[in-house]
T-cell receptor
Framework: GNSVTQMEGPVTLSEEAFLTINCTYTATGYPSLFWYVQYPGEGLQLLLK?????DKGSNKGFEATYRKETTSFHLEKGSVQVSDSAVYFCALTSGGGADGLTFGKGTHLIIQP | DSGVTQTPKHLITATGQRVTLRCSPRSGDLSVYWYQQSLDQGLQFLIQ???????AKGNILERFSAQQFPDLHSELNLSSLELGDSALYFC???????????FGPGTRLLVL
């Protein structure tokens, strides 16, 4: 079956630091990959996505590249802000049919001023 | 604001009871998904409906059921509630069977 593995944290960084959150996956077929973000007390917001190998998703300074050879979709940002503090979820759906998202356990990111 | 609405925002009930959670998808979206978020299980996919018909099932208990109505809103029914059913329940919608999913704000259920 499908699975997603990501570092759980908490990950604590200083403002303006470089961020990497690792995500690796196991899936059948050709999955689409996503990063969602959950701010305290809120629902999940789509941050970025990639639907095929070597695609790069980007949004709000965050980037992630779909690496089929390493089955990875690591999230990066060059300079984090306090407002980036949240829980980040890596997720996938299998290609070719209707199904729900398979999520990782989430990474709690804390940015200190 | 994703455009997906869920009611109620909070729900407190007792073991053995039955509750109904409601979801309205974004305008134009035909698919509705339900997810459960709990501390021990994380985020789990429960069920998907597309244009009124069940399309995919995840880790949904037999005590739980859902439906999607002709106006495309959906309801998740949870019965014979147990303490372990306390969780955040999210609804998401997408325009097609396999489109990007947009999440609502969730319903927080507390079973006492």
């Amino acid at each position: 079956g499908n699975s997603v593995t990501q570092m759980e944290g908490p990950v604590t960084l200083s403002e303006e630091a470089f961020l990497t959150i690792n995500c690796t996956y196991t899936a059948t077929g050709y999955p689409s990959l996503f990063w969602y973000v959950q701010y305290p007390g809120e629902g999940l917001q789509l941050l970025l996505k990639a639907t095929k190998a070597d695609d790069k998703g980007s949004n709000k300074g965050f980037e992630a590249t779909y690496r089929k050879e390493t089955t990875s979709f690591h999230l990066e940002k060059g300079s984090v802000q306090v407002s980036d503090s949240a829980v980040y979820f890596c997720a996938l759906t299998s290609g070719g049919g209707a199904d729900g998202l398979t999520f990782g356990k989430g990474t709690h990111l804390i940015i200190q001023p | 604001d994703s455009g997906v609405t869920q009611t109620p925002k909070h729900l407190i009930t007792a073991t053995g009871q039955r509750v109904t959670l409601r979801c309205s998808p974004r305008s134009g979206d035909l698919s509705v998904y339900w997810y459960q978020q709990s501390l021990d299980q994380g985020l789990q996919f429960l069920i998907q409906y597309y244009n009124g018909e069940e399309r995919a099932k995840g880790n949904i208990l037999e005590r739980f059921s859902a439906q999607q109505f002709p106006d495309l809103h959906s309801e998740l029914n949870l019965s014979s509630l147990e303490l372990g059913d306390s969780a955040l329940y999210f609804c998401a919608s997408s325009v097609s069977r396999v489109g990007t999913q947009y999440f609502g704000p969730g319903t927080r259920l507390l079973v006492l």
